[in-house]
């Protein structure tokens, strides 16, 4: 039976399109339900829900303290992981919002303070975000300032200028010295003054930046394929993702290669059960050979035979986590293994938003299981009662296995030398698994990581 007309199927579109109409607490219910029920699933839809959930809280929300606006924005963010605890990219999305929170309550503060907000930091952001056009945005300008480049602060000749002669030291806030002098006492967030609506406003700004960025991350990592990928080459595309195939259609446009796509497990009676939304075998293959790539299908048991003429392996993650390790759709550890046997590079497509500061201290807790059924049918009722039957749904890969990272992330720096050569550095979006701390370093704050009282344990 056909359904009713103008019947919407509960889903991101859905909820992006309610919440222009929808009360913030009704918004806040649809999402947790949504995610609870996977009508939304994938790591791309879940934080781009969570980003324009956050920016409606943001632009609604009535508070004239900078704590409580910290507090309510971490209680949605609680309510939104605990909803779906396996969905790391919602956690992720709420770090990086609060931490714009805290960075810009700091920086106003610092202002008033003296002029000395300016001072170190540069130290914090060494890495920006790419976009089309090659610019920055006005988080990221902040980002990469150097040391004392604004108006406001006072010229400094030496580091003893910074050294007051009655040990109050620079960064600190009248009343906030401790008695002895020794080391001052950060000022609280909530001793800021009546700047609340103007600190929303950047916020705002910044959370847009990261709706942006989520938009342009497939985008700016296919503008790297032409670097990894060269003529002549078997390349094996495990999964179907909408950045797999964008990364592959990039680096066709120029060169003639063979694209090796193992058969998708038949999960739940879904070919892609497991993946992201976008991910589907047909449609991919089907965008790739329109414009003339050679794709050839195989079976899963092929891989590791087919192992020893491939140039290197492309996976596309579920999540990436601090240590360099990833969770991806099932059947990519056994293909990472494969390839570290033949000496096959494994490449991983992430965007920053998959990254994700958790550390897997046990790992089971970060697979989903589904639908035994796809395995063993229940009409084999015998059978099923002998065995205990498990259908994991995503691997985790080990950071050994992992060759390189490709995200949308550059880190560049220009110096020269005197005064007749200057040169301009910058480090394409390739990461070694080694180096993942640090962009974690510079995306999430300490204060942040621990969301959920679960972390703690």
Sequence with gaps: MPSP?????PGLASFLSSLKSSPIETSIESLVSLLRRRQIRGSRSCAIATAHL?????????????????????QIGQRLAEAQPK?????????????????????????????????????????????????????????LLAPNTSTNAPAITSLFSLLPSKGVSPLSTPGTQTPGGDLPVAAPLSSTPNTTQDLRAEVVEGVQEIIDELNQADD?????ALDHIHSGEF?????????????ILKAAAKRKFTVIHPGPRKLAGNPNAGLDDEENSERFLKS?????????MVPFSAV????????????????????????????????????????????????????????????????????????????????????????????????????LYITNLYVGFSFSFQQDFKADIMFRGGHAPSYLYRIVADHYRNEDIHLMDSDLE
């Design 288 to 296: 790739l050979t329109v414009v003339g790539v050679t794709v050839v």
């Design 54 to 74: 956050l920016r409606t809280v943001l632009r609604n929300i009535r508070v004239t303290d900078v704590t409580k606006l910290i507090d309510r924005v971490h």
């Design 235 to 247: 390349v094996i595309a495990y999964t179907g993702s909408m950045t797999v195939q964008r990364f």
């Design 87 to 143: 969905e790391l990219a919602v956690g992720n999305i709420i770090r990086r919002i609060l931490g714009l929170i805290r960075d810009e309550a700091e920086e106003d503060r610092d202002r008033e303070a003296g002029g000395y907000g300016d001072i170190g930091i540069g130290s914090r952001n060494a890495t920006s975000i790419a976009r089309p056009d090659g610019q920055l945005g006005p988080t990221e300008k902040r980002s």
């Design 304 to 403: 590791f035979a087919l192992m020893s003429r491939t140039s290197k392996v492309i996976l596309d993650p579920h999540i990436v986590l601090a240590d360099g390790s990833l969770v991806a759709p099932a059947g990519a550890k056994a293909i990472a293994q494969a390839a570290r046997m033949h000496q096959t590079p494994v490449i991983v497509l992430s965007g920053v938003y998959k990254l994700s500061p958790v550390y897997p201290s046990d790992v089971r807790t970060l697979i989903e299981i589904g639908d035994p059924s796809s395995v063993v049918g229940f009409d084999q009722g015998s059978f099923l009662e002998k065995i205990d039957i498990k259908n994991p749904l995503f691997d985790h890969v080990p950071a050994d296995l992992v060759d």
């Design 5 to 9: 007309a103008g019947t919407v199927t």
């Design 220 to 224: 700016q990592i296919a503008g790297y």
